[in-house]
């Protein structure tokens, strides 16, 4: 477990909530022990939390291969320690990303036929939720690789949600089997000859309706996806509390509308989906946002204590196994 | 003006409504004269609208090639031709896009230094729009062709919407300098050097949030932006009507709200944002949306007719002359 921007306080109190959701959960929190200590008083006394101290953290600024190099004693580096060595199950971080994925790679190594590792996410549906990667470990995606992440998606999926085939869509700017680059043509091959229950190509509009259980697609657009829906829903959010702030007779409706408003809000509330996991590697790495609450934290701890639990890692070892592909078709990055 | 999914009425109404609206306005409807004089009564007996028979149509679904090649007299086509031919000053279509701009292509052809022609369209923001392209002309753009992106959509910005110097962002999945493929790495130095009010890079969410009046993206990741973002208004708007209908109170609810969700929802009506411009042609192309409604349809002829009194192409041709670019680095697709 690490801190992001918010600092220790959010971590305190989302290790706070996830440990009295789960009897069965213990953390390890690496940082500054003397930090911890003083941020963590009501957590620290339960015989579930253990500190190991760490000397460095990784500015959310800082370039990967830079993090990588000289902070070696950071948080981030000494959890991923942990993990690679067995000692803990899952590793949480609300840190720099790229320096997330890089670290995590160099310690835990990518997975037989697995090339590059993928963030997953979910994001919400009218009812339940939708799987989408790769949210922005890769800038580019050779077609061999979209075929990995749809593998090791569809293996998540399956783990963790209990769904028996899930569909599987590729994201493209038309439906069409014309449509599209000549990766995504090809990509769009490897996945008919998969085995997996492929769709075929879905938009960007099929991500929210239900068509599919789980949506493929390189980091660049994932992660542009990812931004342009949060950045939409905010600015929604806005606005409808400016419309109801507008006079006397507006504040009286939202305080009639209050309800329906907060439970609109609740099917959405964006921290229910915070906790995306690094997918690909050997073990379970769970990015947490930078800048969320307790709450939104302790999800992300749900998900990396789910992950452990089902033996994700093991899933998709075996699942990778089962499969014809290879990752000789390209150089690892 | 051609029809689109939804056919002729829609049209009908979208230009009896334009026409009413602007009485500097004639319109020349092009298609199969007895099912437009049919579908049109209430229109065509104005001495301001013209109809122009053609005997083909192309179908949603057929291919750009195959259109091209075999539908000469088709709506779009003879259209175009019109265009082409300055008989009109602006062409309006709700017909398939990928055989819209290979023919407007074909006919028009591109501007000197254009190497692909682009689509721009406006997309709600808290307060105003923001202007976006490429839309999804194109599947990939190399830098050059993300720099000419840039210049005409600055200068179409510029030219309608009369704001000095419109700030230009780069979409990219992070706003380090460090971040983004390598085509990215070099469309962020010509717009360094380019004298546009160029601001950098921006992310997903920057889209709505007034970081920019223009975002610039290959047709890939522009097409799935848009379309994310549409799902993702539907899907809230339907279960926001859900929540507002589980049952007797929130129906109270939804009464006494009423106005204010009228208001909200007024002030993103996706109809307004209707019309896309096809940019980069010695022409002004305006592609709607297919399944829209007469209102829709009749901003899309606003657009048109607009660009046709600012002499949009004329200012984009002034400004590609004025600019160092050019558009032998290469090969036209």
């Known amino acids: 477990m690490m801190g992001g921007d918010r600092g220790l306080n959010v971590t305190a109190s989302g290790v706070a909530l996830a440990l009295s959701r789960h009897p069965d959960l213990s953390c390890t929190l690496v940082g500054d ?48 320690d942990l993990l690679g060595s067995g000692q803990v199950d899952a590793c949480v971080s609300a840190g720099n990303t790229g320096a997330l994925v890089a670290a995590a790679r160099f310690v835990l190594k990518t997975l037989s036929k697995i090339d590059r590792p993928a963030i997953i996410s979910t994001l919400p549906r009218t009812h339940g939720h939708v799987h989408m990667l790769d949210l922005g470990a890769n800038i580019d995606s050779p077609a061999e690789i979209l075929m990995q992440f749809a593998l090791m998606g569809e293996s998540m999926v399956r783990t963790l949600e209990g769904i028996d ?101 609740n099917r959405f509330d964006h921290r229910a989906y915070n906790g995306a996991v690094l997918l690909g590697l050997n073990g379970t790495v769970v990015k947490s946002h930078g800048n969320v609450d307790g709450l939104a934290f302790s999800h992300a701890i749900d998900t990396a204590r789910l992950a452990a639990q089902k033996d994700l890692i093991g899933h998709i070892r075996h699942d990778l196994e089962a499969s014809s592909i290879s990752s000789d078709k390209v150089a690892p990055l």
Do not use: W
């Open 33 to 80: 022990e003397s930090q911890i200590r003083t941020a963590m008083k009501a957590v620290i006394d339960s015989d579930r939390v253990d500190i190991v101290h760490s000397s460095e953290s990784v500015d959310m600024h800082e370039s990967p291969a830079s993090a990588l190099r000289f902070k070696k004693d950071s948080s981030m580096r000494v959890a991923l």
């Open 165 to 265: 085939r899930p569909s599987v869509g590729l994201l493209n700017v038309g439906s069409e089997e014309i449509k599209g680059s000549e990766v995504i043509k090809r990509a769009n091959e490897l996945l008919k000859a998969s085995g997996l229950n492929y769709v075929g190509y879905v938009e960007g509009d099929d991500i929210f309706n239900g068509s599919v259980e789980l949506v493929v697609t390189d980091g660049f657009v994932g992660n542009v996806a990812l931004k342009t829906s949060e950045g939409l829903a905010q600015m929604l959010t806005r606005v409808i509390r400016e419309e109801f702030d507008r006079g006397f007779l507006t504040r009286i409706a939202a305080l009639i509308a209050a309800p329906v408003l907060r439970s609109f809000k």
